[in-house]
């Protein structure tokens, strides 16, 4: 920083005065300024030398202060505890999950409904079709009637019926002229046959129907009637549905 050099009139040597006078003088008798170049020269000759006084390391400029943050936006932005959006996000995260499993299973309800009811209506009509081929016979066409019986029938169920259709079934009829012929039991007023649904799945079904049968044979007078009641079990198969099962109740 420099020290401004400061002149007062009427101070320094008599001499520096007297020629400072006489430069006046002559500057009014010329017309021209009174500070004109040798005034000037005269007086930049009489003046104080201006010191500079320098640091020893230098004059280090002071840091910038950092910028204070504007205090709208202190007001507008809340304090949020350390961790929160991960912790939203989490959140988000899970509730989709939950939502997304509950959407599966539902649906997964909806379509086991559906084809659970579908199974029950085709499972009826196929246990009405199979139980009047299944329970019945003639001595003249045994084979023929048990051939269309097995084509209706699946699993081991299916063998077993074979094995005793040949053993036991067969030969009796053809001794004794069997003949039987079984309907499923119906109102006299024609309304529906007397079939139910006792449980279904999408894959199988237990049918429950009164069946009627009518036998023929030498060792009975006449015609015999019996009123059964069948519990016939279905399952579904790539030919459509097939008996597992059949039980005299």
Known sequence: MANPTTRTRGTGSPARRTLTAAARAAAKRAGRPEHDETTHRAE??????TVVIEPPGGWDDPPEPAPEP?????ESAPA??????????????????????????????YRQGQQTARARTEALAAARKAAPVVLSYDYRHLDRDFARARALLT???RDQYGRTTKT?????AKK?????KATVAAPTDGGAPAVSVVSAAPDRAIVLLFVNQITQSTQVSGARLDL?????????TADGWKVSAVDAL
Request: aromatic share 4%; with cysteine.
């Open 168 to 172: 036991v079934v067969g030969p009796t």
């Open 155 to 157: 699993g081991a169920f």
């Open 44 to 49: 930049e000759r009489l003046s104080g030398h």
């Open 228 to 236: 059964n009641r069948v519990r016939m079990t279905l399952a579904r």
């Open 70 to 74: 504007d205090a709208d936006e202190q």
């Open 176 to 180: 004794y002229h069997g003949v039987v």
């Open 80 to 109: 949020r505890p350390p961790g929160l959006p991960r912790v939203l996000t989490a959140a988000l995260c899970l509730a989709l999950v939950a939502a997304l499993a509950a959407a599966a299973v539902l649906g997964w309800q």
